[in-house]
């Protein structure tokens, strides 16, 4: 009798028992572990002894689709490692039994021709890849495969036919590369050297700059006075993108090469922007004086001039500059985008430090004088609520005017919100009532949805019927559809990819399964559902955070989706409940409410235990090692270490205790002790004097920095779903450990807190203030 997974065990000259034996329980071990797990395993250590394993394996099901599975396995690990030929034997074998992915083996099948310089074979296995239905997401590789394959060929005429298709699709710049190559092959110098410079100009960033610029030389000896000259925007664009990818340095030189390249108003900007690039490099005193002193005659380039020039005041906090420099604008290019740029900065400047006077009419100027800019309703936001929270007479028509000429905005349903509380006061529950229920309807999943049903809950408001003037505004204003319910029935074409994805994924292709999920996703092939397949594949492989993010990415409206449009699977998908125990466990230790803390969790890592940010903070709840050193003695934990941060236990035990350490000095205030756990603690006690509050939302609107305003409203809105979603039959209020409602301190209070001694956070960045011990969380939803 023939055993599938047996192994060698005639004695050869290398033989010892020991060694023997250790093979014998490896091979044993990987055979025990089933098809997928085994495959899986091969494709991350492709040892001889898993090899083995998997050849017994499939030689014992060859004609059967596991045996086929295992067979792709072997021919995909053939091709890393560049054995051509075996890589065909055994595709070959694969590719009879495994018709759902005909496409698949007929690509690699064809990228082993290839690189046994069998050519003219190319295109006949990638016919699979062009005909199959659905769409194939080896297309964009395929192409260039092909288009390789027909330039080693001889036949560069077939390359360009392919690579011009549809080169939005080709993955860049490699697509423009290869066509640029082709090009030069056959005969079209011209062209090519304009495919060459698209590389080189566009993608700076890419290796391939580097051989498209070797290429540029070439054909620039080559051709001399008939070689097309670069256009000077895309020369610029390329000194922009070093800039943005922070190397100034190099954004810098290219400029300087530039002014002696280009005219006129291009030479102007490259001029400009080599103060910017002094600028954002943190030469602030050079670039100022370089901006000051230099003279252009375009109108726009001057305009940006005086914006970097005002910027660079606002870095050395000098109001005066800001002053002469808005008034230069104002005076000489009132029309410009760099004008509205510079209103913006200079209003935000004097929000930081809550000066009402100067913010306010900057950010006034800023939305009359450029309605169109996009960011216009940010400036008109910000007037609109310095008068509500000022208890200004104005406070409610500016509300509706916002709704009315911003009803995109993401503050609509602020506005939606707070004219409901305006209409409660003054004693029109009728609209009061209409308000709340537009924005429970039409954002069912923010934060402001989570108060509003609060409202509606009240019982006062359970007796009136929604109208009143409430109903003529929301009549008049254009705002968001309602999302409409999806069906989560998978149609033919759903199906086909769930197959495909779960045959690739029972190959050990993980990574090919996921992109094929992510490809159908991407056409709008019913995403609701191909993304729950992706997140339940990272659920399985222990990364809920990649879950959350494929759920963000392919369906952005998830947040606007009634919960009860979705089947409960999808949001616990979306808002994964990993470490539950450790979670609760620390949570109740702390007297700390366990759904607002795994809102805090997915806001700041994910759930990712192993996460590390760039300002190398750790973990669940993202703590510096400093923080932790100091939190750990607090908590009694001993010989801390680095890597103890990366222990879902210990993080969540050491960041639920600074959670409550913020609470108890912030008089339990829930939102400013977020604001503390984002910003730093002297920011969110000086944040609470800014106004006289009435309730925890009117403190978060004030909030100046945006990422702590969202940060805040992320982790209540994040808190509410988990208690939806897993509190089953336990009351909010009844939850253990849980925290007071949240309130507002006084002003006496927040003074009285101020002086207390605070828990050192984590060491932050320039945008964000010392003595926080967490990352910021950038905005994540």
Not at 363 to 378: C, H, I, L, T
């Amino acid at each position: 009798m023939k055993f599938p997974c047996s192994v060698r065990t005639t004695r050869d000259r290398w033989f010892k028992p020991g060694i023997a034996a250790l093979f014998f329980l490896l091979a044993a071990d990987l055979c025990a572990q089933g098809g997928p797990a085994l495959l899986r395993s091969f494709r991350e250590k492709p040892t001889a002894a898993n090899r083995q394993a998997v050849e017994r394996y499939a030689a014992a099901r060859s004609r059967t689709q596991a045996g086929a599975l295992a067979y792709l396995t072997l021919g995909v690990v053939d091709l890393d490692r560049s054995d051509f030929a075996s890589a065909r034997t055994n595709l070959r074998k694969a590719r009879e039994l495994l018709p759902r992915l005909k496409d698949y083996t007929g690509y690699l099948l064809a990228s082993a021709e290839f690189g046994v310089n069998d050519f003219d074979k190319v295109r006949d296995y990638l016919d699979p890849v062009w005909d199959h239905k659905p769409a194939s997401p080896l297309l964009p590789k395929a192409a260039l495969l092909a288009a390789r394959a027909d330039i080693a060929r001889g036949k560069p005429g077939d390359a360009i036919k392919i690579l011009k298709k549809d080169p939005e699709s080709l993955p860049q710049p490699e697509g423009f590369l290869a066509l640029a190559t082709a090009l030069e092959n056959a005969g079209d110098r011209a062209d090519a050297a304009v495919q060459y410079q698209k590389v080189y100009y566009e993608y700076p960033l890419a290796p391939e700059a580097s051989q498209a610029q070797a290429a540029v030389s070439r054909l620039k000896s080559a051709m001399g006075a008939g070689f097309p000259p670069a256009m000077p925007q895309a020369m610029l664009e390329r000194a922009s993108a070093l800039i943005t990818a922070r190397r100034y340095a190099d954004g810098k030189r290219e400029l300087e090469k530039l002014t002696s390249q280009l005219a006129g108003a291009q030479r102007d900007l490259a001029l400009v922007r080599i103060g910017a690039a002094d600028y954002f490099a943190g030469e602030t005193s050079p670039a100022y004086r370089y901006l000051a002193s230099l003279k252009v005659a375009d109108p726009e380039a001057d305009a940006e001039r005086l914006y970097y020039l005002l910027s660079c005041a606002r870095r050395t906090r000098n109001d005066a500059r800001i002053a002469e420099v808005l008034e230069e604008l104002d005076r000489r290019y009132p029309k410009s985008p760099w004008r509205f740029s510079a209103l913006l900065s200079a209003g935000n400047h004097y929000l930081l430090v809550n000066d009402t006077s100067k913010y306010v009419p900057f950010y006034a100027q800023a939305a009359r004088d450029f309605p169109d800019d996009e960011r216009a309703d940010y400036c008109h936001w910000k007037v609109t609520w310095n008068s509500y929270i000022r208890r200004k007479a104005d406070a409610a028509g500016l509300l509706h005017e916002h709704l009315e000429r911003y009803p995109l905005s993401e503050k609509a349903n602020t506005a939606l919100y707070f004219l409901g509380r305006m209409a409660e006061e003054a004693g029109d529950l009728a609209s009061a009532k209409s308000f709340f229920r537009e924005v429970v309807m039409r954002y069912p999943n923010t934060y402001y949805a989570v108060l509003a049903r609060e409202r509606l809950d009240e019982r006062n408001m359970r007796k009136v019927a929604a109208s009143g003037a409430a109903v003529d505004l929301i009549s008049r204003i254009s705002l968001p559809k309602r999302v409409t319910q999806e069906s989560f029935q998978p149609n033919s074409i759903t199906k086909m990819r769930l197959e495909r994805a779960r045959e690739l994924e029972a190959a050990g292709l993980e990574d090919w399964a996921e992109n094929e999920l992510r490809f159908g996703s991407e056409a709008n092939e019913q995403p609701h559902i191909l993304v729950m397949e992706l997140a339940r594949t990272a659920a399985r492989r222990g990364a809920p955070d990649d879950g959350i993010r494929y759920i963000k990415r392919f369906v952005p409206s998830y947040l606007r989706m009634p919960l009860e449009s979705a089947p409960p699977e999808f949001w616990r998908l979306a808002f994964p409940l990993p470490y539950r125990s450790y979670l609760e466990r620390y949570s109740s230790q702390h007297s700390l409410d366990k759904f607002l803390m795994a809102g805090l969790v997915r806001q700041e890592s994910e759930f990712n235990a192993r996460a590390v940010s760039r300002s190398r903070a750790y973990g669940l709840t993202q703590v510096l090692p400093s923080t932790g050193r100091q939190l750990s003695r607090k908590v009694g934990l001993r010989r801390f270490s680095t890597s103890m941060l990366l222990r879902p236990d210990v993080n969540l035990r050491l960041g639920t205790y600074y959670l409550r350490s913020l609470l108890n000095q912030l008089d339990g205030s829930e939102v400013a002790a977020l604001a503390s756990y984002n910003a730093g603690k002297s920011r969110a006690v000086e944040w609470m004097k800014w106004g006289d509050f009435r309730e925890p939302a009117e403190f978060i609107e004030t909030i100046p920095f945006s990422e702590t305003r969202n940060y805040v409203q992320s982790v209540l809105r994040n808190a509410d779903f988990y208690r939806r979603l897993y509190a089953v039959q336990e009351k909010p209020s009844a939850a253990a450990g849980a925290t007071p409602a949240p309130k507002i301190a006084p002003k006496a209070a927040a003074a009285k807190s101020a002086s207390k001694k605070a828990t050192s956070k984590k060491a932050t960045s320039k945008k964000k203030p010392a003595g926080s011990a967490v990352k910021r969380s950038s905005q994540k939803r």
